[in-house]
């Protein structure tokens, strides 16, 4: 609906999306804010509308959409377990390899706290914001059946300025590496 009409009809102030034709004859998305001009009685007798060129913002999450599905590809594909933890150490991201690795769903793990043992005691570190970066070359974590398993971990600390936003962690299971050169 016509934010215009609206306006007329109603008195108050709207906005909407719309596609219109920009001076070049391109087909272009705008953001259309309309507020009425009253006379005394209160009556409208003119609309202003305010029309804002969304392209470079339409642009711009289109880009932000496909990094998105490459990131998400990258992630969920790789060969190492990789975890997202938030500020309080609960799980953001799991990824296939991960579910493998600890034995659990990503669907029971979201949203928990890292158990104790999960990950190296060196990891801590990283997952409470007090370390910038991780990597051990050899180390072990405990997966949530118990199980002690040798392991490779690079961890990262997530910040935004000074915001402490929680940790990305990639974990190396190296049971089939160690095995290869046992034999």
């Not at 998305?29 to 029309?51: C, K, N, R, S």
């Not at 690795?101 to 949203?111: A, K, S, V």
């Not at 971990?153 to 299971?173: E, I, M, N, P, Y």
């Amino acid at each position: 609906e016509c934010p215009v009409d609206r306006t007329f009809r109603d008195g108050g102030s709207h906005s909407s999306h719309q596609i219109g034709v920009s001076r070049d004859g391109k087909s272009t998305p705008y953001l259309v804010f309309t507020a009425p001009l009253l006379q005394d009685d209160g009556e409208v007798t003119h609309v202003i509308e305010m029309a804002l060129d969304m392209t470079e913002h339409q642009d711009l999450e289109e880009q932000l959409s496909r990094a998105n599905v490459m990131r998400l590809a990258l992630v969920e594909n790789s060969l190492d377990a990789i975890m997202v933890f938030d500020e309080k150490k609960r799980f953001l991201l799991v990824n296939r390899a991960a579910e493998k690795l600890l034995g659990h769903r990503r669907d029971e793990l979201i949203g928990q706290r890292a158990w104790k043992g999960l990950l190296p005691d060196e990891a801590q570190s990283v997952l409470s914001g007090k370390r910038k970066r991780l990597l051990l070359l050899e180390s072990a974590l405990t997966t949530a059946h118990g199980e002690n398993v040798p392991v490779r971990v690079a961890g990262v600390s997530l910040k935004l300025d000074d915001t402490f936003l929680g940790s990305a962690v990639s974990v190396q299971d190296l049971r089939e590496l160690i095995s290869l050169v046992r034999v």
